[in-house]
């Protein structure tokens, strides 16, 4: 029988496009996902967090799109906030 990893961690780079007001730009896209397979049950955690764009906009709300799905992002003291999902 094979023993499984308690924890497993994956990222994934996507493709996405951020938009505000008179902005948009490309950017790339970082999909974490963490499973812990304690017993009895498995817990997941998965994040997004935005790793490079093409134009760097000011501090602000913006809009995501990743994968056809919209959030509403937030860029503070030039860092972008990670999204929790």
């Not at 094979?2 to 493709?15: A, F, G, I, V, Y």
């Not at 955690?45 to 000011?58: E, G, K, V």
């Amino acid at each position: 029988m094979e023993k499984r990893k308690r924890e497993q961690h994956t990222t994934d780079h996507l493709q996405g496009i951020i938009r505000g007001e008179s902005f948009q730009s490309d950017c790339t896209v970082a999909l974490s996902t963490k499973l812990n397979h304690e017993k009895p049950h498995v817990a997941v955690w998965t994040s997004l967090r935005i790793t490079a764009a093409a134009q760097t906009p000011p501090d602000g709300i913006y809009r995501l799109e990743v994968h056809g799905r919209m959030f509403n992002v937030r860029r503070v003291g030039g860092q972008w906030a990670a999204i929790q999902l």
